[in-house]
């Protein structure tokens, strides 16, 4: 059974561009939840989709957003970007019950704003 | 609100010593605590998920325990090697609420 697929692996960006990272679930997980991870920091949740619907976010800004499409995968949108969302993201996914089976995450995306 | 604290934060020990890590949080209405590592730079790997109506599980030389009542959580690492070294975190997934808590982790370096 394949992983949670997270691509790209690295990606390097200049102030104020976009930057799209994606997520492939577990094949029968229907939830995709988003962290970022700062150098030296905790994770702090992002978001979190279920059924093709954004269900809740975190305390960050709209210019962090994304979205969820039919087969379940996901991606994450970072507009105008600052240096200070260079990071780790993570993505995990669940069954929707994931307070029950738990999450499993991918290997994430590295974003360097330079 | 939930918080959830791991001691020590960092920790370095000779190869083959047993080990313990220690997870603490503040509510005790969980549904489920689950232990994962982090290498450098890399994603999450789950460890061990413990339900909440379980006391402890076991994985190899891994065996996490869980005692709702007192807040705690131990991750016990049997005869420690060089390639356990990495940052071990742990979770709690609150009653009534959609996502896990973290810790911070404990960062662990196993000496050869």
């Known amino acids: 059974e394949a992983g949670v697929t997270q691509s790209p692996t690295h990606l390097i960006k200049t102030r104020g561009q976009q930057a799209t990272l994606r997520c492939s679930p577990i094949s029968g997980h229907t939830s995709v939840y988003w962290y970022q991870q700062a150098l030296g920091l905790g994770l702090q949740f992002l978001l979190w989709y279920d059924e093709g619907e954004e269900r809740n976010r975190g305390n960050f800004p709209p210019r962090f957003s994304g979205r969820q499409f039919p087969n379940y995968s996901s991606e994450l949108n970072v507009n105008a970007l600052e240096l200070e969302d260079s990071a780790l993201y993570l993505c995990?996914?669940?069954?929707?019950?994931?307070?029950?089976?738990?999450?499993?995450f991918g290997s994430g995306t590295r974003l360097t704003v330079v | 609100k939930q918080e959830v604290t791991q001691i020590p934060a960092a920790l370095s020990v000779p190869e083959g010593e047993n080990l313990v890590l220690n997870c603490s949080f503040t509510d005790s209405a969980i549904y489920n605590l689950q232990w994962f590592r982090q290498d450098p730079g890399k994603g999450l790997t789950s460890l061990l998920l413990i339900q909440s109506s379980q006391r402890e599980q076991t994985s190899g030389r891994l065996n996490a325990s869980l005692d709702k009542s007192s807040g705690r959580s131990t991750l016990y690492i049997a005869a420690s090697q060089p390639g356990d070294s990495a940052t071990y975190l742990c979770?709690?997934?609150?009653?009534?609420?959609?996502?896990?808590?973290f810790g911070t982790g404990t960062r662990l370096k196993v000496l050869a």
């Open positions: 995990a996914s669940s069954y929707r019950q994931a307070g029950v089976y738990g999450y499993t």
């Open positions: 979770a709690v997934f609150p009653s009534g609420t959609y996502k896990y808590i």
